[in-house]
Structures are given as structure tokens and as C-alpha cells.
């Protein structure tokens, strides 16, 4: 197995271990929280099989953050006339 990241948000570490097991690559996440790293304690490793490096990197790269994500597109205006007079009569008759 081989380290391609490592994280210092959890969540951000269990969405990527998703992604790459959603796309059929196995993937382990390791807590580096030892008594050896006392910098970090809470930081993750992400690592693959080393055949897997290049495609898991690629799934990972081609997701795009949410900071960077499209903004919505503006709505499209309804291009319809209002009808310029009732045409039914009152209603009842």
C-alpha cells in the first residue's frame, strides 16, 4: 500500500476513502494518531495499492471542490404574453 494523501479534516479523508471505493479501487485510511506524532495526532493517511495509484489519483483529482463549484445558472425568463382580455365570460354562466 502507498500513502497518495494525507489529510488533516476527517470528513474530507472518509469522502475520498468513499469515492475511491465507489469506484472500485481499495483504499485504507490510516490514523496516524500515535505517540510518535505529537505535531498532529489527528491527521490521516490515505494510501492505495500501488497499482492503483495513478487511477485513484485521477478519481480524486477530477472531483471538483466545493469552493470551485459552477454557481447556478440564472433562471431562464418565461418568454409567454398574459392574455390581453378574459375570454371565457364570468365564471357560472
Do not use: C
Request: hydrophobic share 40%; proline share 6%; aromatic share 6%.
Amino acid at each position: 500500500m502507498k500513502t497518495i494523501r494525507t489529510y488533516w479534516n476527517l470528513a474530507e479523508a472518509g469522502f475520498d476513502h468513499s469515492l475511491l471505493e465507489a469506484s472500485g479501487i481499495e483504499s485504507a485510511l490510516l490514523d496516524e494518531n500515535a505517540a510518535v506524532n505529537v505535531i498532529a495526532p489527528w491527521s490521516m493517511r490515505l494510501q492505495v495499492d500501488e497499482n492503483d495509484v495513478e487511477r485513484a489519483l485521477d478519481v480524486l483529482n477530477s472531483r471538483v471542490p466545493d469552493s470551485q463549484a459552477a454557481a447556478p445558472a440564472d433562471p431562464v425568463p418565461e418568454e409567454h404574453e398574459a392574455p390581453s382580455s378574459f375570454e371565457g365570460g364570468e365564471a357560472g354562466e
